[in-house]
């Protein structure tokens, strides 16, 4: 079945230090890859998205690419802020044989940036 | 533009009682999905509903159960509560009609579930 591996947290960077986390995929066909992030007492925010091999996905200076043959979706940002702090989510979109989506999560990278 | 609106955002309920939470997808939105989010198991799906009909369910017991009405706000169900049912609860909302392409969902804030 499908599954995401994502890298263990918590990360603590200093601010304007250089993000990367890690995250990995099991999938058949061709799903869609998503980052989402979660602030203290709330739902998931959607982040960024991609949904083809080579696709970047991009948002509030966050990028990730979508590397099929590495089966990669790495989150990388060049400068984080105090207020980036939150929970990050690697996840994948898959689709039912009989129509519709689910999607399946990794567990999470807890970010903590500093002054 | 309304996001997805949960309700309660916060709940606390007994064992063995059962309880109903709400969800009101974004207009036009006719998917509804629910997820559960424990610090052990991570985010679960729970089921999907598509106008009206559940499309798909997620590896949970029968005691878990929703629907979707006609305007497409969803319900989830649990009964019999036990200790482990503790958790947030999360409803998204997607406009895509299945297949290829799933282009992502938007999740409400959810609704935190304790069970004493």
């Known amino acids: 079945g499908d599954s995401v591996t994502q890298m263990e947290g918590p990360v603590t960077l200093s601010e304007e230090a250089f993000l990367t986390i890690n995250c990995t995929y099991t999938?058949?066909?061709?799903?869609?890859l998503f980052w989402y992030v979660q602030y203290p007492g709330e739902g998931l925010q959607l982040l960024l998205k991609?949904?083809?091999?080579?696709d970047k996905g991009s948002n509030k200076g966050f990028e990730a690419t979508y590397r099929k043959e590495t089966t990669s979706f790495h989150l990388e940002k060049g400068s984080v802020q105090v207020s980036d702090s939150a929970v990050y989510f690697c996840?994948?979109?898959?689709?039912?044989?009989?129509?519709?989506?689910?999607?399946?999560f990794g567990t999470g990278t807890q970010l903590k940036v500093e002054l | 533009k309304a996001g997805v609106t949960q309700t309660p955002r916060y709940l606390i309920k007994t064992r063995g009682q059962q309880v109903t939470l709400s969800c009101s997808p974004i207009?036009?939105?006719?998917?509804v999905s629910w997820y559960q989010q424990t610090p052990g198991q991570g985010l679960q799906f729970l089921f999907e509903?598509?106008?009206?009909?559940?499309?798909n369910k997620g590896n949970f017991p029968g005691r878990f159960s929703g629907r979707q009405f006609s305007n497409s706000r969803s319900e989830m169900n649990v009964s019999t509560l036990e200790l482990g049912d503790s958790a947030l609860y999360l409803c998204?909302?997607?406009?895509?009609?299945?297949?290829?392409?799933?282009?992502?969902?938007?999740f409400g804030s959810g609704t935190r579930l304790t069970v004493v």
């Open positions: 509903y598509f106008s009206e009909t559940q499309r």
């Open positions: 999938a058949t066909g061709y799903p869609s």
């Open positions: 207009s036009g939105h006719r998917s």
């Open positions: 996840a994948l979109g898959g689709s039912f044989t009989g129509g519709g989506n689910k999607l399946t």
């Open positions: 998204a909302s997607s406009s895509t009609t299945g297949g290829y392409g799933n282009y992502g969902y938007t």
């Open positions: 991609a949904t083809k091999a080579d």
